[in-house]
């Protein structure tokens, strides 16, 4: 395979990468905007009102990374509330009656009757009250005059033939559906809340598995057996027979340090760090070490710690440097 088609293959494949991390970034930003409707309060409204990801300004990344820790709070705050609700209910099992008796039966639309008139109240305590304080003698008695009203008679014996008996069993019915079901409804809530805090990790800078530290593993992973094969196969003098970039990049830039001139600027340090910084991320959780530090010192420059970091410190990978070390490698395969 010739030079050209290599740096075209991983062009592309660059490409890829970066095309879906783009696609998460939006992902985050539509699923977050849609927070407002698990956590209800006016705080949230603001935040996700300043929120954006998908954006190349370096100040509105660092506000936006403020503002999902702000909203990781309020998610926690409104889990407990969920969670406090949610443990006042129990799960009631449906009596054996309930899949045979009359009343019940869809086409009755009895249940639905009870279930609209439960919510034509705007607020759960008059609901409660509502369906609580409702009787079998008083729903048929307002059905029958209802119906009988309305319809000309046409229904009256049909709904005049249940007994009250029947009534209350209908209202039963429906008073275990709406618990189960509010159970049910508080199970999702959470589970939504969970989701939320699981995408937070996934952008979450101290995170070493956030999605641009993962995408910057990918491509410097992608890119080292393409490298060591244009090293091989144009400059042969510096390919050294290794598998690893590292040692091959360091070759090269001894017998061929112009190869690391980008538009005018030597940016062997800025190509050289990115890659120690990933194997920090693999063996020491993203920590720097003294063999980070040390590495520095291999490649002979003095600069090397204004990019990188004192010993124990944690190396980031936010957008910022993704981006920047993206756009870089790029240019150097096309260089190169």
């Known amino acids: 395979m010739d030079v050209q088609t290599i740096k075209n293959k991983v062009i592309s494949l660059l490409k890829d990468i970066i095309d879906s991390v783009e696609l998460q970034e939006c992902q985050l930003e539509k699923r977050y905007k849609m927070l407002s409707s698990y956590v209800h309060s006016d705080a949230v409204e603001a935040l996700l009102l300043e929120f954006h990801v998908y954006t190349d300004n370096l100040s509105q990344e660092n506000r936006s990374q403020e503002i999902l820790y702000h909203l990781l709070n309020e998610i926690f705050e409104q889990e407990k509330k969920y969670q406090v609700l949610l443990d006042g209910y129990t799960l009631i099992e449906y009596p054996e009656w309930a899949s045979t008796l ?22 759960e305590a008059d609901r409660n009250n509502y369906i609580n304080s409702l009787t079998g003698k008083a729903l048929k008695e307002e059905l029958v005059g209802y119906v009988n009203k309305e319809t000309q008679n046409k229904y009256f014996k049909f709904y005049d033939d249940f007994s009250e008996s029947d009534y209350d069993k209908a209202i039963e019915f429906v008073k275990i ?17 969970k989701r ?3 995408l937070f990790n996934l952008f979450n800078y101290t995170n ?39 040692r091959n990049l360091i070759s090269l830039h001894k017998k061929y340090p112009d190869c690391f001139f980008i538009d005018g600027l030597d940016k062997y340090v800025d190509i050289m760090e ?5 194997n920090m991320y693999i063996h020491n959780l993203g920590v720097a070490n003294s063999k980070y530090l040390e590495f520095g010192k291999v490649i002979q ?3 090397w710690n204004l ?24 240019n150097f395969i096309s260089h190169i």
């Open 102 to 123: 009359e009343i019940l039966k869809e086409e009755n639309c009895i249940v639905n009757y009870i279930q609209d008139s439960f919510y034509c109240f705007n607020e």
């Open 177 to 193: 559906d709406m618990n189960n079901d509010k159970i049910y409804e508080l199970n999702y809530d959470i589970d939504e809340l």
């Open 301 to 303: 420059d003095n600069n």
């Open 208 to 246: 070493v598995r956030n999605i641009y530290a993962s995408a910057l593993i990918d491509i410097i992973t992608a890119i080292s057996e393409p490298i060591n094969n244009i090293i091989s196969i144009k400059y042969p003098h510096s390919y050294i027979q290794s598998n690893k970039i590292t």
């Open 307 to 330: 990019k990188g970091a004192k010993n124990g410190e944690f190396l980031k990978i936010d957008s910022y440097y993704f981006q920047e070390t993206y756009e870089l490698i790029k």
């Open 196 to 198: 939320f805090k699981t």
């Open 274 to 278: 990115p890659i120690e910084r990933r």
